[in-house]
């Protein structure tokens, strides 16, 4: 975080502090996705987590819950950064997803002393420290005017490369997503994508117990095609 501009003095943290020197990726997007993106951001979280990246989002509702749970699912680690103080968590509903996180071996992060509330300015600063911490920023679903899009630009902003999946073009969700594409986000089609971009190896940890079938009803490791499986091995 020092590389970044107007880094913060000093973090207030709830668990283990050694979680933030791990190689992180963050999971950004819509407050109120779709299904399907609310999905997909949970199963890109479990691949990415059992991969070796620690999963980071803003315990907002809807994609950012999704990746931290996805990380949960998978056993990984996964850092939530919050607009405010730690004695305060935001959204309330989101409550019981910061204690398992905690407990779970994971951490959440604040530069707001405690006291502080939830303040619609907090958020956009907060933004910054999630794509500061991480190597990459991913955004599954996101409208034009969106704070997924700020956090976006920041990463770009820090050198860190930026990932948008793109959707439907029906789907309002995807136009902040198209509007990355053609900025120069990276587009993603699968979780491995990401760690051919970010050239980090995956490390197998039994992902064949939740990899997709394939068309012939048997189970690819990560539901990869064959040259994907060829070169992971």
Do not use: M, W
């Not at 020092?2 to 819509?30: E, H, K, M, W």
């Not at 990380?71 to 409550?95: F, M, Q, S, W």
């Not at 120069?184 to 089609?189: P, T």
């Amino acid at each position: 975080l020092r590389l970044i501009a107007t880094a913060p003095v000093a973090l207030y943290v709830r668990g283990d502090a050694g979680v933030l020197l791990s190689a992180q990726l963050a999971i950004v997007g819509s407050r109120n996705p779709t299904a399907s993106g609310a999905r997909t951001a949970s199963e890109f979280a479990q691949y990415l987590a059992r991969g070796g990246l620690t999963i980071t989002s803003g315990l907002a509702l809807g994609i950012d819950a999704a990746a931290h749970e996805g990380a949960l699912k998978a056993e990984g680690r996964t850092v939530a950064v919050l607009g405010c103080g730690l004695d305060e968590i935001y959204p309330p509903e989101n409550g019981a997803l910061a204690a398992r996180i905690v407990e779970r071996g994971g951490v959440l992060v604040s530069e707001f002393p405690p006291g502080t509330p939830p303040r619609r300015e907090n958020f956009p600063r907060r933004n910054r420290l999630i794509s500061g911490l991480s190597l990459g920023t991913l955004v599954v679903e996101a409208a034009r005017a969106s704070g997924s899009l700020i956090t976006a630009r920041l990463a770009s902003e820090q050198g860190r490369e930026v990932f948008a999946i793109p959707g439907s073009i029906h789907n309002p969700l995807a136009r902040g997503c198209h509007q990355l594409l053609r900025t120069g986000a990276k587009l993603v089609e699968t979780a491995a994508d990401v760690l051919s971009e970010l050239k980090i190896p995956f490390i197998k940890q039994d992902i064949t117990e939740s990899a997709p079938p394939t068309e012939n009803g048997q189970t690819s490791a990560a539901g990869l095609d064959k040259d994907y499986e060829i070169l992971i091995d």
